[in-house]
Nanobody
Framework: QVQLVESGGGLVQAGGSLRLSCVAS????????MGWYRQAPGHQRELVAAITSGGSTNYADSVKGRFTISNNAKNTVYLQMNSLKPEDTAVYYC??????????WGQGTQVTVSS
């Protein structure tokens, strides 16, 4: 069974930092693009940051300069979140394009930023 498991969410004050991790486990042929998405109450899920297998990254405008996505070139993707704002509060989901399964999602981890 293949799964993505996120960790690292929590409660932090505005201006603080959190680091999210997502580990892909199971019978995996290869991992292509991976990304972090978030969904706040009453809002659609949106892309926060993505990284290709070659290491290229892209970010939502709202997080550029504050968040950094990286991976360990194996099965883990990270999201370093600095200078957090209350509007970053959401459930953060990991997504991976994983061969031979296609697009897989993690269960989500809550990030709450207090003002």
């Amino acid at each position: 069974q293949v799964q993505l498991v996120e960790s690292g969410g929590g409660l932090v004050q505005a201006g603080g930092s959190l680091r999210l991790s997502c580990v892909a486990s199971g019978s995996i042929h290869s991992i292509n693009d991976m990304g972090w998405y978030r969904q706040a109450p009453g809002h659609q899920r949106e892309l926060v940051a993505a990284i290709t297998s070659g290491g290229s990254t892209n970010y939502a405008d709202s997080v550029k300069g504050r968040f950094t996505i990286s991976n360990n070139a194996k099965n883990t993707v990270y999201l370093q979140m600095n200078s957090l704002k209350p509007e970053d509060t959401a459930v953060y989901y990991c997504n991976g394009q994983i061969s031979p399964y296609g697009s897989l999602w993690g269960q989500g981890t809550q990030v709450t930023v207090s003002s």
